[in-house]
Structures are given as C-alpha cells and as structure tokens.
C-alpha cells in the first residue's frame, strides 16, 4: 500500500490505488498509515486496485502523450 500527499502530482498517477494524506498534517499521516497497518483487506484492495492500475502506464502511451507535446509545441 502506498500513501501519497493529496493534491499533488502523485494523486493523479496513483488514482484510486493509493491512500491519500494531507501534505500539512502529521496527524492524519500517522492515522492513514496506522489504519492501513492494521487494515489487511484494505492493503489487499489497495494491492490489486495498484495491480490494475499500472496497466494504464505503457512505453507506447508515454511515447504518444511525449510526441503529442512536442507537436503542440512545434505547431501550435
């Protein structure tokens, strides 16, 4: 399982697959890595959620999503 800080880049890529902290509060870090220590089918559902997830993630995606970038800057 994997907590990320909320609002931020990692949110985005992780989806619904991570679990989210606020970046500012200690305290609710502490609890959402306690709650998943002591959460196993919430770590297996987190495990598989992540497993499907990163099929989304390919070489041939971030080739396209790159070349799509670099067209608007050329030709914009």
Known sequence: ACVVA?????EEVGGDAVAL????????WENVVARLLNDDAGRAELRLRALLR???????????T????F???LYP
């Open 66 to 69: 790159l070349a799509g970038v």
């Open 6 to 10: 909320s609002g931020h880049a990692l």
């Open 21 to 28: 902290a606020d970046p500012n509060s200690l305290t609710e």
């Open 54 to 64: 990163v099929k989304d993630f390919t070489w041939e995606r971030g080739a396209r």
């Open 71 to 73: 067209e608007e800057l």
